[in-house]
């Protein structure tokens, strides 16, 4: 491998592209937490959105109806998990794991028509800069417009938690729902509102893969990153710009697994998928030796069910 | 009392269903490991399973079947089920259809590019994919402007062994300067991987790709980026109609219906079939007109070579990485050899995964 620096860019840039779906999921699913709700069915919401975006592209041949019907599609189907656990009061994690069975058995189904069908070609943003500069090229220019989005989301949602009064308000629920509850506030409206959006980012994560990523439909595309994806909240301790940082670690591992082994060098394939997990127990090992730094951003209440008293 | 005679009615009726269906019709089924609509592996066993119904024959199909303990089951349950003759479409069905086989000594069974044949209902059939990699190799090596190769390797099987150095002898033979860069994905078909892995090795200069996976995925990656690729298993011009030089295209359609013929008929006996370019069962995709007319005479003359048996694809002298002699000088590789084959040739960088 030639290590110079124009092919250090490319490769960034591949290893930024490989890591939308976890920043979109993760972020969307990291307000979830935050609000005191754990939402396993990350990966079901992503197939569903995976599947409607790759239908609603076929059907309307619009890109932008595609993209909004995907995170519509995840909307949807986390306002069941949102129904079931906020006001059924069912136990979040049983709920999300079937929820993930759900969608991809669902997404299969729905599927069947749109298997084998060429995707769309997905429109790039300053392609010809991407060219013309070298290293900063690849890394900045020549990406779809949800990468962009993507790369921002963290940021904005880091603003979002910290300075406004609507992030301290998730915050204080996902904290301690009762005194949130005692100050007037809704917390099952406000936890409806953070699953309904965890849903519509999670969809959009599905959308670029099938319409972006790899622009096909196939049963199971997501193929684990929704669990990737969770993993990535918790090993970014609940904070939105270590879910950036994390993504990257964990996308540079695939990418970067693929160019060790072209180049003749070789590391088990096994390990490597093992890595993100392995590294999210560690940081978990961390967290239980209970440093402040780290429980800082930790949701006190999660995935624990609030019963409002009446 | 009442209750216990409707049971015993109703599990009559449902015997007597199942008996009279087994008994009544000739039934074959098939175990897939991808979806039908694949365009590519499975694709083409099911353009197969078509060619056996219009037949006349009655079928059924499992798709997206994993290898593993699951194909065990699906199998039996096909073979309990009243079929009569089951093909298993994939190298990792192998051990479950051996095991099931024993169990069900009357039906008839056909693993797809495996060597075990363990009981005498058992028999084997694969394509000789290496004719077709040859000519990939030929073509390959005289488009290529930055002499490296990409492959996408699905696992370290013979048959995937054999399509490397096959591609890797041809490519040699027009352009000496060849490389070969090759990544292990270890799956049949995960389109995000496989695009990911052809992604890799664009980025490290290879402007061919090629693939031994079966989706669609590193086409359209080759056609994004702009370099030349191959489709596999299945025409798949119009996933990257730019970029796909042609196709390695399996025909298995004669063979099943033949077979399944064979079997309805009593005359199905156990073999190992291995057919290539000269029976059919491989074919070629048409040929990109980006090739130039002078190339594609060139590879329709060795395509008609390596048919009639003129050219053989591994033809010594043949050395492996080390340097060791394979096949002798005049000499081509026997079938035993190229069943078995488990080292790279010389020229391939980097080692077999184990």
């Known amino acids: ?310 | 009392m009442y209750k216990n005679f409707f049971k015993y009615l109703i599990s009559a009726i449902f015997l007597l269903g199942f008996s009279v269906n087994s008994n009544a019709d000739f039934k074959v089924g098939f175990v897939y490991v991808g979806p039908t609509g694949d365009h590519g592996w499975t694709f083409q066993h099911h353009e197969g399973r078509n060619a056996v119904e219009a037949a006349g024959i009655k079928t059924t199909f499992v798709e997206s079947v994993p290898e593993g303990a699951d194909a065990e089951r699906v199998i039996r349950q096909l073979a309990q089920s009243g079929h009569d003759l089951i093909f298993t479409t994939s190298f990792g069905y192998m051990d479950p259809t051996n095991k099931v086989a024993k169990d069900f000594p009357n039906v008839k069974f056909e693993h797809a590019t495996g060597y075990k044949r363990e009981h005498s209902n058992v028999s084997t059939y694969s394509a000789r994919f290496y004719e077709g990699r040859t000519l990939l190799g030929h073509i390959a090596g005289k488009m290529t402007k930055t002499n490296t190769i990409g492959y996408i390797a699905s696992f370290p099987i013979p048959e995937v062994i054999r399509g490397i150095n096959a591609m890797t002898l041809a490519a040699q033979k027009v352009n000496p300067n060849i490389k070969t860069k090759i990544v292990w994905v270890f799956t049949w078909y995960d389109p995000g991987k496989e695009a990911e892995a052809a992604q890799a090795l664009i980025d490290q200069g290879a402007d061919v790709i090629m693939q031994h996976t079966d989706s669609t995925a590193p086409v359209q990656t080759a056609e994004k980026a702009g370099v030349w690729s191959f489709g596999q298993a299945s025409d798949m011009q119009r996933f990257a109609p730019k970029s796909i030089l042609t196709s390695i295209i399996d025909d298995w359609a004669p063979y099943y219906v033949e077979r399944a013929i064979a079997a309805r008929d009593g005359t199905w006996n156990q073999q190992d079939t291995w057919h290539g370019l000269k029976e059919g069962m491989v074919a070629m995709g048409p040929y990109n007109s980006a090739m130039g007319a002078d190339l594609v005479k060139e590879v329709e003359q060795l395509q008609k070579d390596l048919a009639s048996g003129k050219v053989h694809s591994f033809t010594g002298p043949i050395y492996d990485q080390k340097g060791n002699i394979l096949v002798a000088e005049g000499k081509v590789a026997d079938d035993g050899m190229l069943a078995g084959m488990s080292v790279y040739v010389k020229g391939v960088e980097g080692d077999i995964p184990k």
């Open chain 1, 1 to 310: 491998m030639s290590l110079d620096i124009s092919f250090i860019g490319i490769l960034i840039g591949s290893i930024m592209a490989s890591s939308v779906p976890l920043i979109l999921a993760a972020s969307g699913e990291l307000i979830t937490e935050r609000s005191g709700v754990l939402n396993l069915g990350v990966e079901g919401m992503m197939i569903i959105g995976a599947i409607s975006g790759f239908a609603l592209m076929v059907i309307t041949d619009n890109l932008f109806i595609a993209i909004v019907g995907s995170m519509f599609s995840g909307v949807i189907i986390s306002l069941i998990f949102g129904f079931l656990t906020q006001s059924l009061l069912t136990n979040h994690v049983a709920t999300g794991l079937a929820l993930t069975i759900f969608g991809i058995g669902l997404s299969a189904m729905l599927g069947k028509n749109f298997v084998g069908i060429p995707g769309k070609e997905f429109p790039i943003l300053f392609s010809s800069l991407r060219e013309s500069i070298p290293f900063f090229g690849p890394i900045l220019f020549g990406h779809s417009i949800v990468l962009y989005f993507a790369f921002a989301l963290p940021f904005l949602t880091n603003y979002f938690l910290k300075k406004t009064k609507l992030g301290l308000v998730v915050r204080a629920v996902g904290d301690s729902p009762v005194s949130a509850s005692n100050q007037g506030i809704n917390v099952t409206l406000v936890r409806y509102c953070c699953i309904l959006y965890g849903g519509a980012m999670c969809g959009l994560a599905g959308a670029y893969l099938s319409l972006i990523y790899t622009p096909q439909w196939i049963e199971n595309m997501t193929a684990g990153r929704g669990w990737i994806a969770l993993a990535l909240v918790v090993f970014a301790t609940w904070s939105p710009i270590k879910v950036l940082i994390g993504a990257l670690i964990f996308g540079g591992i695939t990418i970067l697994q693929l160019h060790m082994q072209a180049i003749g060098f070789r590391i088990p394939v096994q390990f490597l998928s093992a890595l993100p997990y392995l590294m999210t127990i560690i940081v978990l090992v961390v967290i239980s030796r209970d440093s402040r730094k780290i429980k800082l951003n930790t949701p006190t209440s999660l995935g624990r069910i609030f019963y409002k008293e009446k």
